[in-house]
């Protein structure tokens, strides 16, 4: 497949490790086109060329969009590219945590993924995923010697099919955690794993597993 990732900070170079991985193609882009470009630099070695690099405002590749940028800056991408998101797969990363990384700046009877929908043109097919996981860790996709759960929420049934199959073929394992507004505990759950980082000294080199 090909799949553009906005944003090319330390989720995307994670994920689309892993993407790579799979074998498949990834345009990065970033308002910042140097800095896409640096990423991709780092990334091709390990690629055989199917990453490149471009500035936010190119046209996007592929029927999946990966939002990799802090939740501060999603409204700004989708205003971006409101014309060319309709009928494609749009992935909510984020983790809206507020600045005194002690609660969530969105209300609790919604989250950063249900007001991305909001926010995107009605056909486009928002998914919550990767939110839980860390950057550090999607570059090897394992933490603890096992694969990491990669926790997928959305409404279109379809969308959630072709992100768990990214998931699978990059070495994860992906869990469908129900729709959109599951995001909610997601969003928890990631600000919770996110400070016991600093109470367990694990260096975000940690991961949520689901074991029986």
Known sequence: ????IL?????????????L?????VH???????HAATLVDELRSASDGRVSAGAVGDKLMGDVVILAVPYVGVARMIRAYADQLPGRVLVDVT???????DGLSVPPDTSAAEEIAKLAPDSTKVIKAFN????????????GGLPLDVLIA??????????ARLVEMGGMRPLDVGPLHRARQLEGMGLLHITLQFTMGTGFGSAIKIVS
Do not use: C, W
């Open 1 to 4: 497949m090909q799949v553009t």
């Open 7 to 19: 944003g090319a900070g330390s989720m995307s170079r994670g994920i689309a490790t892993r993407l």
């Open 21 to 25: 991985a799979g074998g498949h193609e």
């Open 28 to 34: 990065i882009l970033d308002r910042d086109a140097g």
């Open 95 to 101: 983790n809206p945590v507020n600045a005194a990384y």
């Open 132 to 143: 839980t996981t860390f950057a550090g860790t999607l570059l090897t996709g394992r933490a």
């Open 154 to 163: 959305g409404d279109d049934a379809d969308a959630k099919a072709t992100i």
